[in-house]
Structures are given as structure tokens and as C-alpha cells.
Nanobody, 119 residues
């Protein structure tokens, strides 16, 4: 059973960089053919795919967030990390990490973590 757990600060100030880590257990992030995504859901809105890192280490980003987003991984810790720079209150959301055979369909999710951008 694959488990994902998000961690990071729940409160970030405007203009700062949001940094979240997803720790994976029960499966390796280098397992062939899987993508490890970050998805967010702002209050009252639908889910938004932000980007992903593939089993190979290749990264993919939403065009609307590409200029502010970076996804990396630490294979020794079986973790992958999201960094979102220059945050504004519009980046307030529940942030999820997830695994999928594609970047749009997921079979395992983390529980999600609330991030609020506020001064």
C-alpha cells in the first residue's frame, strides 16, 4: 500500500516562497512509469494540477504556474518537494501530492495540507 504525506508550513507571508514536501512510503518514487504530482484546491474552487516529477526525474509544470514553480526530489529519502515562489493570497489552498500512471489520473493521494498566504 503506497502512502503519501505532505508536510510544510501552514502559513506563508505574501511574496515568500511556499515549500512543501511529500514523503512516500510503500513504494519508490523511482518506480518505472509513475508520475508524482502536486495538486491544489483553493477554497470554493476546483482542483488544479500544478506539476509533476516523473520516475525518471523529468519535471512537468502547468503553463499558468511554470514561472513560479519548481519540483525536485530526494531519492535517498523517497521524497519530492514543491516550491512556489512569490506567493499571494490567491495561492491559499489545500495542497495535495499524488501518484499516477499519468499526470491527470491518480491512484494514491496524500491527505492534503492547508496553506494560507497572509501577512
Amino acid at each position: 500500500q503506497v502512502q503519501l504525506q505532505e508536510s510544510g508550513p501552514g502559513l506563508v507571508k505574501p511574496s515568500q516562497t511556499l515549500s512543501l514536501t511529500c514523503t512516500v512510503s510503500g513504494g519508490s518514487i523511482t518506480t518505472n512509469s509513475y508520475y508524482w504530482s502536486w495538486i491544489r484546491q483553493p477554497p470554493g474552487k476546483g482542483r488544479e494540477w500544478m506539476g509533476a516529477i516523473a520516475y525518471s526525474g523529468s519535471t512537468y509544470y502547468s503553463p499558468s504556474l511554470k514561472s513560479r514553480t519548481s519540483i525536485s526530489r530526494d531519492t535517498s529519502k523517497n521524497q519530492f518537494t514543491l516550491q512556489l515562489s512569490s506567493v499571494t493570497p490567491e495561492d491559499t489552498a489545500v495542497y495535495y501530492c499524488a501518484r499516477g500512471a499519468t499526470m491527470t489520473e491518480y491512484d494514491y493521494w496524500g491527505q492534503g495540507t492547508q496553506v494560507t498566504v497572509s501577512s
